[in-house]
């Protein structure tokens, strides 16, 4: 059984830095897409960015593009968010999904609240 754990959410001040972790288990294979989706209260989850465990390819949606850096320990199966200059539009609930074989899986979501 797939399952995906994130870590690392929290509150700051506009401005100011995080990192989310997403720890993968339970796949058996090295080919899938992991990635980031937040949601707020009211509104569709949307995707946040992405990176492929095969090539190490990356996506960011346009709001984040030069602050937020995705990256991937093969070795660990974990994925990490690095979001800097935060501001209170990326207050959200975070979610780590990985994409593989047509399924796509989820972990529980990780509050981050940026204040101004």
């Known amino acids: 059984e797939v399952q995906l754990q994130a870590f690392g959410g929290g509150s700051v001040q506009v401005g100011g830095s995080l990192k989310l972790s997403c720890a993968v288990s339970?796949?058996?294979?090295?080919?899938?897409?992991i990635g980031w989706f937040r949601q707020t209260p009211g509104n569709e989850r949307e995707g946040v960015s992405a990176?492929?465990?095969?090539?190490?390819?990356?996506y960011y949606a346009a709001s984040v593009k030069g602050r937020f850096t995705i990256s991937i320990d093969n070795a660990q199966d974990t994925v990490y968010l690095q979001m800097n200059s935060l501001n209170p539009e990326d207050t959200a609930v975070y979610y780590c999904s990985m994409f593989q074989r047509g399924d796509r899986y989820w972990g529980q979501g990780t509050q981050v609240t940026v204040s101004s």
């Open positions: 339970g796949h058996s294979f090295d080919e899938y897409i």
């Open positions: 990176i492929s465990a095969v090539d190490d390819s990356t």
